[in-house]
């Protein structure tokens, strides 16, 4: 197999020697880190076809020969094997003529000053930067100085690497004022090698330095960017936000490689973000998994949680999901919630959003190109509507929100933000009867149902005052600690008239 081509030891990728042997033995292409497909797109927002191109440790890679089939007919590609370029020159020699070869060391290349407009690394970086040594930091050092040298202002150095921590520390602290620095997320189809070595498939980045003009009567520029899913990038105060976005996506795809080889341990989640990061999550997945006897309608599901509903038991602890799997029959279930704040189309939208994310977190073993359920409630997902937000001076800022509850009842909750998983109450609504008796049908009509009780621990309580001799017959005070929203004190006043005062201490601390 090709697994005897890689080294024994990272530090080997340094050596001219292992890369003169390892194209001696294959002289077939190798690409690391993707194929031009994986990486096209990027290419060709920075880089014009009439731009002059360097590529810095070409190997044997497709990648000049697929971007000079396709109108970038400058390009100038160096290696440091001299073998691996002896064969590219021959191989190249009759199809793209204008394409040059040369043996080149990339700490000392020969080019003149600004000569490029830009320059491709495809692994070239990875493959010296494979520790923190003193040596090895030098060398990393002389290659972007000579990087930097050869480019134009405005030139671009376009590097595609997996980002480790090392190699992204040493990466941000060398392109730290005086360049535009992008980061794109490469969606790679086939597992990289490297990453089965690593014990995952590691996720692949393509950051693109923009080299600035720098001028002693300006302030140095620092400016940091990723790329969103569509066209849009979002800015970064500092470095710090390059560095957040890559470690979770890193982190998020160690996730996928446990999750896909193994059954969870310990609950597992996993929040989605749309562009507009102001709004927090859009999505939440939680995987739930079990034992594969209990799975009796198949390996996979996923299921959507209704707008409103996330804070049911069902839904939102660790044994209602267990037993909503469980009702499910599936092995696995990625309950889907939605959040507050969001704007949600029908249950096909939803669907469309979520698959591709949600089959990420599915194990291994499943057949290929097969639909797998997604279940819900009902037919649709449901209504949520913020009604009401404001901020209390001890607990902070809430909301009142309104969904449809079971079997289509409107109901009316009140959340703490500091909270934003906890119902403090919940009351049913109910539409209001007009001067004839009849219930009107207008929006503004909904009242709250204080003879309806939702939480099971205010029916216990309720109860509970059954031991008292005549409660209903007979006046009596009582006291309750801790107000809440009001429903509890409201049903006891409806429905025990002669309870006489009702008095409540609310207990908090300032």
């Not at 720098?214 to 710090?240: H, Q």
């Not at 069902?314 to 037993?323: A, K």
């Not at 409630?377 to 209504?383: C, M, Q, T, V």
């Amino acid at each position: 197999t090709n697994m005897s081509l890689l080294p024994r030891s990272h530090q080997q990728f340094q050596l001219k020697q292992y890369w003169d042997k390892f194209f001696t033995r294959r002289d077939s292409p190798f690409e690391w880190y993707g194929e031009y497909t994986d990486l096209c797109h990027v290419i060709h927002r920075y880089v014009k076809p009439g731009n002059k191109i360097l590529v810095v440790g070409c190997g044997n890679s497709k990648l000049s020969e697929q971007l000079y089939d396709v109108g970038y007919q400058s390009i100038d590609n160096i290696d440091i094997s001299e073998i691996v370029i002896r064969q590219m020159a021959l191989r190249n020699r009759q199809k793209r003529p204008k394409m040059t070869f040369a043996a080149m060391d990339v700490q000392r290349m020969d080019y003149g000053d600004s000569a490029y407009d830009c320059v491709i690394d495809k692994g070239t970086l990875d493959a010296l930067l494979t520790d923190e040594e003193h040596a090895t930091l030098e060398k990393v050092d002389k290659m972007f100085s000579e990087i930097a040298r050869v480019l134009k202002v405005a030139g671009r150095y376009l590097l595609v690497t997996l980002a480790q921590a090392h190699i992204l520390e040493k990466l941000l602290r060398a392109f730290e004022s005086g360049w535009l620095v992008r980061v794109h997320h490469v969606t790679v189809e086939s597992p990289l090698t490297t990453g089965r070595k690593l014990g995952a498939s590691l996720p692949v980045f393509a950051f693109v330095m923009t080299k600035m003009m720098t001028s002693c009567s300006l302030p140095t520029m620092k400016v940091y960017e990723y790329a969103n899913n569509g066209d849009s990038f979002t800015r970064c105060a500092s470095v710090d936000g390059i560095r957040e976005y890559v470690t979770s996506l890193q982190q998020y795809s160690m996730v996928k490689y446990h999750l896909a080889k193994h059954p969870i341990e310990s609950p597992v989640y996993v929040d989605l973000w749309s562009d507009d990061e102001s709004l927090g999550p859009r999505y939440t997945l939680h995987v739930v998994d079990l034992p594969a006897q209990l799975g009796s309608n198949g390996m996979f599901a996923i299921f959507i949680v209704p707008q409103g509903r996330q804070l049911e038991w069902l839904f939102s602890t660790e044994d209602g999901r267990r037993q909503l799997a469980q009702s499910a029959g599936y092995q696995r279930l990625v309950v889907v919630t939605l959040h507050r704040d969001h704007r949600y189309g029908g249950v096909e939208e939803v669907k469309e959003e979520i698959a591709s994310r949600a089959l990420e977190l599915a194990q291994d073993g499943l057949p290929q190109l097969k639909k797998y359920p997604v279940l819900t409630l009902g037919d649709d997902l449901g209504s949520h509507t913020i009604v009401h937000r404001g901020t209390s001076p001890i607990s902070g800022p809430y909301v009142v929100e309104e969904f449809t509850g079971e079997e289509g009842a409107q109901v009316r909750r009140l959340v703490f933000l500091r909270n934003p998983l906890l119902a403090q109450t919940e009351v049913q609504m109910k539409r209001e009867k007009n001067k004839t008796n009849k219930k009107r049908s207008d929006s503004s009509s909904l009242i709250p149902d204080l003879h309806f009780l939702f939480f099971d621990y205010h029916k216990t309580i309720v109860a509970s005052l059954s031991l008292i001799q005549d409660l209903c017959s007979s006046e009596h005070d009582i006291m309750i600690i801790g107000l809440g929203g009001g429903a509890l004190p409201s049903y006891i006043h409806q429905v025990l008239p002669k309870s006489g005062d009702l008095l409540i201490i609310d207990v908090a601390t300032e």
